[in-house]
């Protein structure tokens, strides 16, 4: 009875944290231009407007191409910064993973009011490019995290091998540690995409109305009146992130992902 109790207890507070999700989908599927849920009628015109509007479908492109590249640029300075501080066993080496973390445990407000500042000292605000490197600034933390904890998973021994047999720095990168966290740091680019795409404040602050991505085009579209397609674009989003985080959780060591560390024996 009491394992009946603690199922029904998860599974209620499952429904209530899915309920606006589960109104959203249905929004989104209203025949006419209507907040009415449960739906009246059913179309899926508005999904098809995300990619056949061209407004909708320029934000979708931005975004995407916002998202991949901040991403990447991200892993850029996780990878060298996650090698040093393995390597680099020391106390005054954690300054800068300090300095990693920084830009993601502060309140994304502060962060894009810092960006801001810098981008209209240096005369760039605006320009589509800062957008990319103020989220790889943001998001920096999110591969910089897996990586550390995929060298941590990393047998020290295999590195000693590998120097005893005189391969240098770089070989041993390539060929026995890159291997070993590769799946790291997929899993790395996953989480700063996924967030990347659905941020709206710090690129709403670094590029303003010059580079829509799909969060400013909600932004934008709701002084107009509302229409489901932003819905749709929510449900996308939803879609998006958990194909993402599925294929990260099927192909990858989720637990370790997490921080779990496995048995060492």
């Known amino acids: ?69 901040s991403a990447a640029l991200a892993l850029v300075i996780a990878l060298p910064l996650a090698w040093f501080l393995w390597r680099r066993v020391a106390p005054w080496a ?8 920084a830009p993601f445990t502060l309140p994304p407000v502060i962060t894009a009011l810092g960006l801001l500042t ?23 933390t999110l591969p910089l995290v ?26 041993i990168f390539r060929t026995v540690v ?9 899993s790395g680019y996953a989480f700063a995409f996924v967030l990347s795409l659905n941020e709206y404040i710090v690129a709403y602050m670094t590029v303003g109305f010059t580079m829509e991505t799909l969060p400013i085009k909600i932004f934008n579209a709701l002084r107009y009146g509302y229409t489901p397609t932003m819905a749709s674009v929510t449900v996308l989003f939803l879609a998006i992130a958990a194909l993402v985080f599925g294929l990260v959780a099927r192909f990858g060591d989720l637990p370790k992902l997490l921080g779990a560390m496995g048995d060492e024996r």
Do not use: C
């Open 1 to 69: 009875m009491t394992s009946l109790l603690k199922r029904l207890f998860f599974f209620a507070v499952g429904l209530f944290l899915a309920l606006p999700l589960i109104v959203v989908a249905g929004v989104s599927i209203n025949e006419k231009q209507t907040l009415a849920f449960p739906p009246q009628g059913f179309s899926l015109s508005w999904y098809s407007e995300i990619f056949t509007n061209p407004e909708w479908r320029s934000a979708l492109v931005a975004s995407l191409t916002l998202a991949a590249t």
């Open 94 to 101: 954690n300054i800068f993973q300090l300095l990693g973390v």
């Open 118 to 140: 810098f981008w209209a000292t240096t005369g760039f605000y605006g320009q589509p490019w800062t957008a990319a490197i103020s989220h790889a600034i943001f998001f920096v």
């Open 146 to 171: 897996t990586l550390s904890l995929g060298f941590s998973a990393i047998d020290r021994s295999l590195v000693e091998a590998a120097a005893t047999m005189g391969a240098d720095d770089r070989v």
């Open 178 to 186: 890159l291997p070993l966290i590769l799946p790291y740091i997929v």
